[in-house]
């Protein structure tokens, strides 16, 4: 079967052939014959079409931990794909083969799957959700939205992992099929993105209050890099963020750094660093806060008698004995989807 190119959603026509793209908070104005920033959505004689409908470059059954969502159904899969291209040009991406290919080889490649045959393959997995990850989802959004309505009909959930640069028209349009997401929040200073994103902070910040307000389960993501974002006072005014636009109860994680891509100049996260950053979360108010790429950091606590609920080895989960969303020691109730979904008592 042959997938044609798909018209996009959310564009407008303007004059002289150009169309603005309303997709992603960059809004690209694209000449016929031009491309936007993420180098995958071309406007073909007053047309904006998506290049990557339906062309899967990447595809895998997860433990939705790896995503990582830790209070979205925990212990289950979450089946895994992705399109190339990418909205952000982060020097330091893990999956700058893929993300970056239109911009850096200027080729669009992928296997064509139909929406029909991502959820059919989901549902013979056994996965609880489809993951629209690896790269910035919000690049393939039409094949994302196709999917999870789809998805939906069959109790299938959806999850975005992103960079959080889609526009309020986008989330509006496909909150009703979008159950969880984890956003990366890659620093607390417009500068920072500006220089190594190529974008700007407040639209993400925009992003996350209106995912919450929507009703969409939200964890946030910092990857800590040396001398880019490490500085305490800015940990502390993410944490302050999320405490108290998002609410105590969003996990974070604070993932550590390693060397990839235009970034190996820089050293590995200190340990140290992360636990600093570990305790300026809490000492915020966040009742969750997690460690990423630090083996023995990933199992949950209740925020309130300090008994260990959800033990996890990795990215999976050995031990769970959370009881309808709600510790069985004290009974406070523990944030999140489908907590009890897959109990494993010892």
Known sequence: MVIMMREAMLYERMTNG??????????CVIADGGRGICHVRENQGGKLLSLVYGRVIAEHVDPVEKKPLFHFYPGSGAYSIATVGCNFKCPWCQNWEIAHMPRDRHIIIGDEK???RIVDLAMRTRCKSIAYTYTEPTVFFEYTYDISKLAHEHGIANVYVTNGYMTEEMLSEFHPFLDAANVDLKAFRDETYRRY????????LKALKLMKQLGIWVEVTTLIIPTIND??????????FIATELGVDTPWHISRFFP??????LPPTPIEKLRR?????????????YLGNVPHEENTHCYNCQELLIRRSGYYVARNIVTDNCCPKCGATIAGVGLSWASLPT
């Open 18 to 27: 150009k169309v603005r793209c309303n997709l992603c908070a960059h809004r």
């Open 114 to 116: 139909p929406p029909e």
């Open 197 to 204: 994103m190529g974008a700007r902070l407040e639209p993400v």
């Open 231 to 240: 500085d305490p006072s800015e940990l502390r005014d993410i944490a302050s």
């Open 260 to 265: 990839a891509y235009r970034m190996n100049m």
């Open 277 to 289: 950053a570990y305790e300026i979360g809490k000492e915020e108010g966040l009742r969750y806060v």
